[in-house]
Structure formats: structure tokens, C-alpha cells
């Protein structure tokens, strides 16, 4: 009797482990969450930085000024003076959006050309905030997971240059998932 317990035991054993599902990684777990639609619309706007980025410290302050301008939303009334006809934008609310998007960067608002820094009131002001939305048509091709907590992208840019020229680029894309959400870490570009 003892031995058929010891065995029993053993085969429930058996059973049990062999039914451990396989844990998902951060990176799967956000690819299984998003459809391809869903990566097109988030990951394109890594494809700003025009000719690309192998680490974001590497963009400038002007340009990840200019990406918090367009996702930011900062031409509302409530940012805009009558008084001095600027708008003023709290550095807090440019790094709330740059931190949505990127670990590390490196945004020095002092050097924005297009926006006076006002340090002691901790505030970008600028006559004008016109930002372009996207130019160019984007199109899925794959994301995978490249580690537990990476991902890579690709998804195809279509340009029409003028009526006779379309300009196709592949567009790499790597981010981090943190807290699920993708935070972008490089961003390369291969024109066909």
C-alpha cells in the first residue's frame, strides 16, 4: 500500500509538471496584445527622426522638442498668451510625453532653436507651434521578439515624392517593453 502511494504520488508529480505552461516574456506578452494595426500606429512615429537613431541620446533637443510638440498636443488655449502672443509649454509636460516613447534621451531646452528656454519658470515659449503630421504611408512587415524584454519592427514607409516618384523605405525599429508599453531604442532606415 505504501508503495502505491509513493507511486501514485509520483505520477501526480509527473503530471503536474508536465502541465507548467510556458511563462510569457514582457515581449511576447505585448506582441500577443497588439494587433499589426496597433504597432503600425505606435511605431511610425519613431520614423520622425528623418535619417534614423541608434540610441536616442543621439537625437537632438530640437528634434525631441518638435516630437513632444506633435504628440503633445501643446497648441491648445490653455498654453497660448494673448498678452505675448507665445505659447508656453512646461518642460514637465515635454518630458511627460518624451517619457512615454523613450528610456533615455538627452533634451537640453536650452539649445531648442525654435523655443526660448526660461529656466527659472521651467517653461519653453514659442510664437508658433506647427508641427507636421505624418508624410509618408506605413505598412506592417513583421515585429518578434529579439530578447525577454525587446522587440524588433519592421514595417514598410511609402512616399510619394511627385506624381512619378514613390520612395519605399524599410524601416527597423527596436524597443524596450516597460510596463508594457514600447519604449523605442533604435530606429534605421534602408531606402529601397
Not at 46 to 51: M, R, S, W
Not at 78 to 98: F, P
Not at 127 to 152: G, M, R, W
Not at 164 to 190: E, G, M, P, R, W
Request: charged share 20%; aromatic share 14%.
Amino acid at each position: 500500500m505504501k508503495r502505491l502511494c509513493i507511486i501514485s504520488l509520483t505520477l501526480l508529480l509527473l503530471t503536474l509538471t508536465s502541465c507548467q505552461t510556458h511563462e510569457q516574456t514582457a515581449a511576447e506578452i505585448y506582441l500577443a496584445n497588439h494587433s499589426e494595426q496597433d504597432i503600425v500606429d505606435y511605431f511610425y512615429k519613431a520614423d520622425l527622426f528623418g535619417g534614423g537613431f541608434d540610441n536616442p541620446k543621439d537625437i537632438s533637443s530640437d528634434d525631441l522638442f518638435y516630437f513632444a510638440g506633435l504628440y503633445g498636443q501643446f497648441d491648445t488655449e490653455e498654453n497660448y498668451n494673448d498678452h505675448d502672443k507665445q505659447y508656453h509649454i512646461s518642460i514637465v509636460s515635454v518630458y511627460d510625453i518624451l517619457d512615454q516613447y523613450f528610456i533615455d534621451y538627452n533634451l537640453e531646452p536650452e539649445n531648442c532653436w525654435f523655443a526660448e528656454y526660461n529656466s527659472e519658470k521651467q517653461e519653453l515659449t514659442t510664437p508658433t507651434l506647427s508641427f507636421d503630421s505624418q508624410l509618408a504611408d506605413y505598412y506592417f512587415v513583421s515585429a518578434e521578439p529579439s530578447d525577454k524584454v525587446n522587440i524588433k519592427v519592421h514595417l514598410l514607409s511609402s512616399f510619394d515624392y511627385d506624381e512619378n516618384t514613390t520612395i519605399c523605405s524599410d524601416i527597423y525599429i527596436t524597443a524596450q517593453i516597460v510596463n508594457n508599453q514600447a519604449k523605442f531604442t533604435s530606429c534605421l532606415h534602408q531606402v529601397q
